[in-house]
């Protein structure tokens, strides 16, 4: 049972490894290896590290699309491992993902209207609300509102709007749940710097406005280190440095942390306003 007082995730000693053809024996390769965080209710925990890390492995079994090979990840007091299906269910309503390409994340047969209102016709609708088509349009125009597009959006198609604007559909999407945590998985990195830092302010003010929690992935530690309350660093899969935003960035103890650092230079300051 979950309570306030508790981590909103806890990974335990994750570990996630895929067999390996070498010579005529199989060996157990591991992507994730004994991994252990917690994020809190509320705060950022920003996942940095460079491709092949393991971030997204672990990212898809916070999700529970893919089970941990050893460990424990629990979200909102739930065992995902152990989760009955009605447990799953509710924790799935809970935690919603972002992906990292805002074209592949969007049907493209699919209207607006139709994406942002899937998540009800799978999940189920919201306590007191309305069922009837009008409602159901009301509600999306105030979703795509939240993120910064106009209600005339729900009758057009994917193809007909830029990376940034379909990433801002993707999130509205995300939010339809009302989820306490969302997953972000590398979300700017297919968009110009200008327009990436637009979508990071945005998510910004989503959270301070809905109370949200967020995993935020990303190898570019200017953008982890803008939207994070902590870091955790990941190297071939394994966490080599946890710490506060501001101290791990400002005096970082491993050499893959400064490496990291040093191949991202900061944000220009008009990106970082928003490119406004």
Same mark, same amino acid.
């Given at each position: ?5 508790? *981590? ?7 570990? @996630? ?37 393991? @971030?997204?492995? /672990? *990212? ?15 979200? *909102? ?15 799935? +309503? ?10 592949? &994340?969007?049907?493209?047969?699919? @209207?607006? =209207? ?12 919201? $306590?007191?609300? @309305? %069922? ?5 349009? &009301? +509600?999306? *125009?105030? =979703? ?14 994917? #193809? ?13 999407? !995300?939010?339809? =749940? %009302?989820? +306490? /945590? ?14 990436? !830092? ?13 109370? /949200?929690?967020? =995993?935020?992935?990303? #190898?570019?530690? $200017?953008?982890?280190?803008? /939207?994070?309350? +902590?870091? &955790? ?17 400002? &005096? ?16 220009? !300051? %008009? ?6």
């Amino acid at each position: 049972m979950y309570d306030e007082g508790m *981590a909103l995730v806890e990974v335990e000693a994750v570990s @996630k490894s895929y067999p390996r053809r070498v010579g005529l024996r199989t060996e157990q390769r591991f992507v994730v290896e004994n991994v252990s965080f917690t994020i809190e209710a509320g705060e950022t925990l920003g996942l940095a590290g460079e491709s092949g890390s393991g @971030k997204s492995t /672990l *990212a898809r079994m916070i999700l529970g699309l893919v089970p941990p090979t050893l460990g424990t990840i629990r979200v *909102a007091g739930i065992d995902l491992a152990r989760a009955s299906r009605s447990e799953m269910r509710d924790v799935r +309503r809970q935690m919603q993902p972002v992906f990292q390409d805002p074209y592949a &994340a969007l049907n493209p047969r699919m @209207k607006v =209207l139709e994406t942002i209102t899937e998540p009800w016709a799978i999940h189920g609708f919201e $306590p007191g609300m @309305k %069922r009837g088509s009008a409602a159901l349009r &009301a +509600r999306a *125009a105030e =979703l795509l509102a939240q993120v910064g597009l106009e209600d005339s959006a729900l009758s057009r198609y994917p #193809h007909e709007f830029s990376g940034g604007q379909r990433q801002r559909i993707n999130i509205a999407r !995300a939010l339809a =749940l %009302r989820p +306490r /945590l969302l997953i972000l998985d590398e979300p700017v990195s297919a968009l110009d710097v200008s327009v990436g !830092a637009q979508i990071v302010n945005l998510l910004r003010q989503l959270q301070r406005e809905h109370g /949200l929690t967020y =995993l935020f992935i990303s #190898h570019a530690m $200017p953008l982890v280190r803008y /939207l994070s309350t +902590r870091i &955790a660093v990941m190297e071939h899969g394994r966490l080599v440095e946890v710490g506060e935003a501001e101290a791990l960035c400002s &005096a970082p103890r491993e050499a893959y942390t400064r490496k990291l650092l040093a191949a991202t230079p900061e944000l220009p !300051a %008009r990106a970082a306003r928003g490119g406004q």
